[in-house]
């Protein structure tokens, strides 16, 4: 990999991460990240304590049949044919006995996992689906997703198989080393010794492993979100031909984020190496030593067996424990991803005692001396120091040249943002004393670039008002002149528009986000550059719609092209953040100035102004 090319890299990597969240992950270094998941699991405490005992049965289970089997052993040669098969008869039981317990324990701790994991990407995605645009400023959503899903499933795994494994293994661990003990003190002392050895590389290892893990999960979180960034945009990649360097991006990323893994399974499998080595050199030794007990008559054979039995129980569950060591890490390291997500702070907050609007809202607006910076690009105003007051069922429209603030003031009304200084009133009432989703049920947006989802034409209309009737739903089309283009469609208002309307023009969706706003039917109306992509019948059409729907409501319009705007009752023109001039259209016209020279290259020499 080229210089250049990790230098982007770790610059996309870096865009992911929100402010102070690497800071946080350096600090942490141990599995007690897992923590955070407690609040999750304590709902279900019944389910726990169950499935811990399916866990202790079976553990104890596992631990008596080496005492069944030393009595096999010492007494095979003395026992009748009667005791044997009762023998193996009761060991016969205890394999029973363990499958249930084992089916038992999967049963009850997979279903705690995936109920766990189902409440924590709820909980995630409650929290960023209702986090301001600054929110992602600073995180790509693909990186979102990937918490969400990569990360989640890891916790799943975790929680669902893992734990449970690893909870197994230690209760094996103390009880086998507790049977060892009685079994024979000396070779119990002797594996005392070893456990130390086992444990270092463990510690040691393991904290490296977790660190490498992390660092992996962060390029896939990065190539996931560069994913799906590019593919939003699919349509602006192969129309400027971009595509062999998006797959560049893209595998650079995915290359890296492989190296890591590599690291990773490395440094993991040097650690088993080690363990198991160690772990098995000691069960040797022990086993040396016994069979030296069992010639000078110290102990007997099945006092032997047994001894190993337990030796290798517990061994075993040492080199699980180290395996899955490296599982909660990871898990623990996904956990503190999620936890950013639902601890991050958004920039706008509702006040813990919002006030209520009075009834019925009227619809007046005021923007008192509102300065305003977006945290992306704190070197420039995108608001300075703007004043305006707008009555109820005033329809007021805001034009200037691109950057000027129009689409800004949209934003700040919807309280998308907070002002840096200043307020915005609604109704008298300054909008941050208000519950966002208060005040903004009675207001209506046609944006831009119109989101249109993936489902049917009626569905998407009917994202204004959910509960709006079918009939409702296409007399909002028929006002934003949609309806005839809609009921050419395969199956009519059923017809799926596909993934952001691929399936529609341009105009088309415009259309539909019309009528969506339409049937909104709010007392405040916002159109940000709501005709740009209609042809001039649909416009004329749409601008009639738009001029009904505007009467006795406050309406707000953006708009580059000034025959949308010349029935205003106020035009508002914008340069640099300021408001530089205020009037109908033919005062302003008649003052000369910037709008008069928009309206003058609009008009006579027929350029639309960008």
Do not use: C
């Amino acid at each position: 990999m080229t210089q250049s090319n990790t230098a982007a890299n770790t610059a996309v990597a870096a865009k992911t991460i929100p402010p102070g969240a690497e800071e946080e992950r350096q600090r942490s270094k141990q599995v007690g990240g897992l923590r955070a998941l407690w609040p999750f699991m304590s709902p279900y405490r019944g389910l726990i304590i169950a499935s811990i005992m399916a866990l202790v049965l079976t553990a104890g289970v596992s631990l008596t049949l080496p005492l069944a089997v030393r009595r096999v052993v010492d007494n095979f040669r003395i026992a009748d044919g009667v005791i044997l098969d009762q023998y193996f008869l009761a060991a016969l039981g205890i394999a029973g006995l363990l499958a249930v317990g084992t089916g038992l324990r999967y049963a009850l701790v997979t279903r705690l996992g995936e109920r766990v994991v189902a409440d924590i990407r709820k909980a995630v995605f409650d929290r960023v689906i209702g986090m301001s645009p600054a929110f992602f400023e600073k995180i790509l959503s693909g990186e979102v997703l990937s918490r969400i899903t990569t990360d989640t499933t890891l916790i799943q795994s975790v929680l669902g198989s893992s734990v449970s494994i690893a909870l197994r293994n230690f209760l094996i661990f103390i009880g086998g080393l507790a049977l060892m003990l009685l079994t024979s003190t000396k070779l119990a002392m002797l594996v005392l010794l070893i456990v130390p050895i086992v444990v270092i590389p463990i510690l040691v290892l393991g904290r490296r492993l977790r660190n490498i893990s992390r660092e992996n999960q962060d390029w896939i979180a990065a190539s996931s979100g560069n994913a799906s960034e590019a593919l939003t945009a699919v349509q602006t990649v192969q129309a400027f031909t971009h595509e062999n360097d998006s797959r560049m991006q893209f595998g650079d990323m995915t290359e890296t984020s492989f190296d890591v893994s590599q690291r990773r399974i490395r440094t993991r499998a040097v650690m088993t190496v080690i363990v198991i080595f160690l772990v098995f050199s000691g069960i040797v030794g022990v086993l040396w030593m016994g069979a030296r007990d069992v010639r000078d008559g110290i102990m007997t054979e099945g006092t032997l067996v047994q001894f190993v039995i337990y030796a290798v129980l517990v061994a075993g569950s040492v080199a699980a424990l180290s395996e899955i060591w490296g599982e909660l890490q990871r898990a623990a390291g996904a956990t503190e991803r999620l936890v950013e997500l639902l601890h991050t702070v958004d920039p706008v907050q509702d006040v813990k005692d919002p006030a209520r609007l009075a009834q019925p809202v009227k619809g007046e607006l005021g923007i008192k001396n509102v300065t305003f910076r977006y945290p992306a690009r704190p070197e420039t105003v995108a608001l300075d120091g703007i004043s305006l007051n707008i009555s109820p069922g005033e329809t007021v429209a805001f034009v200037g040249p691109s950057g000027a603030g129009k689409t800004t003031i949209i934003q700040m009304i919807l309280r998308f943002y907070d002002p840096d200084s200043g307020q915005i009133l609604l109704d008298g009432m300054s909008l941050d004393k208000l519950a966002r989703d208060d005040f903004r049920q009675y207001m209506a947006l046609v944006p831009q670039d119109p989101v249109i989802f993936a489902a049917s034409a009626r569905e998407n209309i009917r994202f204004g008002r959910p509960e709006a009737s079918d009939a409702e739903v296409e007399a909002a089309a028929q006002a934003a002149a949609a309806h005839d283009f809609i009921s050419a469609l395969p199956q009519g208002y059923d017809s799926y528009v596909g993934e952001r309307g691929a399936m529609l023009s341009g105009g088309q969706k415009q259309r539909i986000a019309i009528a969506r706003a339409i049937l909104r039917d709010a007392p405040v109306l916002l159109l940000d550059e709501a005709t740009s992509a209609l042809d001039a019948e649909s416009e004329r059409a749409v601008q009639h719609a738009v001029d009904e729907l505007s009467a006795g409501r406050t309406t707000l319009i953006v708009a580059h092209r000034l025959a949308t705007v010349k029935k205003a009752d106020r035009i508002v023109v914008m340069d640099k953040g300021k408001i530089v001039a205020t009037g109908t259209h033919e005062e302003l016209v008649s003052e000369g100035g910037l709008y008069a020279r928009l309206a003058r290259l609009q008009f006579t020499d027929g350029f639309v102004s960008e």
